[in-house]
């Protein structure tokens, strides 16, 4: 029975083992997936009881993302340019780092999207999950992405520290919303809305195009206070269910080689939202 696990502090709310124990089953793979709760601090005590347990792989979530670097044997070029790691692979041994938080952002887009490169993009924040999507857009040449911060200091350096070429404007919360208009996709990444402040927003629509998508990376709760606006001026718009949904299924398939069934990933995924 091979042994997977999710890593983080906190972990308990994690949908992860649920999500991926159901594809274990369904493909008939002998493998279970559960909770490893590492405390802030106890990174490397804790990773070297993994390496005890001689687990096939693992999923790293907050706080561990990017302190887990150095302790991989390899890492995939992308997840080394973002700096941060979601998903381990145990390659005879060898641990090896991949991010799969911006691929499985793109591929949810991409199920209500033909195409990317030729989007003129919004990205509001410019945090640990704004650093995966800003990155892993520009890697897949899409080459407009404007940054929307509160700090702008944050979205300069986040511009600077991208490798991949991108043309990239960054705006503050006041321009934003006026020029909110001029986007075909805005893409909201940061915890403004989440529940249980769910009546936050980071920047009003008004001045919306209704052809344009909105897309929030939250998926509790599914339709925040962004999503609604954006919905109600005629806009596109997609929740964080895709995103959570696809990382899972990319790290899946790099840990078995089959990519699963999204569909029943995200029934399963709703049913435990309730
Ligand atoms: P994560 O790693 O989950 O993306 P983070 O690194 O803490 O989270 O980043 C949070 C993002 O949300 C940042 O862009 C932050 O803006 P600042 O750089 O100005 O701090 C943004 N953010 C969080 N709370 C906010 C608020 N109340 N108003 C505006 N922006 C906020």
Redesign the pocket.
Known sequence: MKKYVVIGDPIAHSMSPVMHNDLFQFYQIEAQYDLFHIKKGMLKEGLSQLKEMDVAGFNIT?PH?SDIIPFLDELDPLSQAIGAVNTVVNENGKWVGYNTDGYGYVRGLLTILPALTDKKVMM????????AIYFTLAYEKVHKIDIV???????EDLKKACPYSVETDVLD?KSAKERCGEYDLIIQ????GMSPHTK?Q?ISLENLNSNSLVSDIIYNPLETKLLHEAKMKGAIVQNGLEMFVFQGALAFEKWTGIFPDTERMKRNVLKQLG
């Open positions: 907050v993302k509001i924040g410019a945090g640990g999950a704004a650093r911060n509160r700090t702008l200091e944050k979205a919360l990444t940061t915890s403004i936050e980071p």
